[in-house]
């Protein structure tokens, strides 16, 4: 039974650093193939991928899930702590989880209006 182990063992030390180099090499040609296919077509790669608030949704989404973490942390210590003034640290997990979804939510959502605003801006301008 040692010997099945030891086989397992050695082919996983050499399937997973294979598939490893496979997924990454199948990223890049992937990326490559795309920007290849946009030259053909004759869109400028640089200028059409990146999307223009891309910090700012990124921004505002980690913003909201701190401020979820946050709010979760104050309602689960002042709150919901047990009447007896006992701290049991599982019983209000999902408040965690929610708040952290709401807020994040709330946070791309704020990000949506702004980008609508820059781009309806944007548009009267033109």
């Known amino acids: 039974m040692e010997d099945h182990a030891k086989e397992l063992g050695v082919m996983v030390a050499i399937i997973v650093p294979l598939a490893f180099f496979a997924m990454i090499f199948g990223i890049v040609y992937l990326y490559k193939r795309e920007r290849m296919a946009m030259i053909e077509r004759g869109m400028n790669p640089r200028i059409d991928l990146p999307q223009p608030h891309t910090n700012l949704r990124w921004g505002l ?10 709010f979760a942390y104050l309602l689960d210590n002042t709150a919901f702590k047990h009447v007896n003034g006992d701290f049991d640290s599982d019983a209000n997990v999902a408040i965690y989880f929610a708040l952290i979804a709401v807020f994040g939510g709330l946070g791309l959502f704020v990000s949506y209006l702004v980008d609508m605003k820059y781009l309806s ?6």
């Open 121 to 126: 801006k944007k548009s009267s301008q033109e």
């Open 61 to 70: 989404l980690l913003i909201g899930s701190g401020l979820g973490l946050f």
